[in-house]
Nanobody, 120 residues
Framework: VQLQASGGGLVQAGDSLGLSCAASGPTVKYYALGWFRQAPGKEREFLSTISAAGGSTRYSDSVKGRFTISRDNAKNAVSLLMTSLRPEDTAVYYC??????????????WGQGTELTVSS
């Protein structure tokens, strides 16, 4: 599985932005796809995951209600729509693939990050 995230940039607080992740590989359809972020000086943080079929989602409390994950299996892509962005959302955002949606799931494949900066 190969993953390529895109869509980061510089936005202002309160703005919305969508991130995309293109997934490829013959087995990608079996994987749940998730989003993580890592802010400077902080540990990587789980944000959201969506099941292989796209019917189930899970969010961290920090983004629930503001971020929405979606998946288009015809295009092998997963997106993260982020609204009401805050300066504390500034981070490098990563997409990843796992065979599980559980809280402590192991993510086997990672894309390169896309950087988001939210100015106040």
């Amino acid at each position: 599985v190969q993953l390529q995230a895109s869509g980061g940039g510089l936005v202002q607080a309160g703005d919305s932005l969508g991130l995309s992740c293109a997934a490829s590989g013959p087995t990608v359809k079996y994987y749940a796809l998730g989003w993580f972020r890592q802010a400077p000086g902080k540990e990587r943080e789980f944000l959201s995951t969506i099941s292989a079929a796209g019917g189930s989602t899970r969010y961290s409390d920090s983004v629930k209600g503001r971020f929405t994950i979606s998946r288009d299996n015809a295009k092998n892509a997963v997106s993260l729509l982020m609204t009401s962005l805050r300066p504390e959302d500034t981070a490098v955002y990563y997409c990843a693939a796992s065979l599980s949606m559980q809280t402590q799931a192991r993510y086997d494949y990672w894309g390169q990050g896309t950087e988001l900066t939210v100015s106040s």
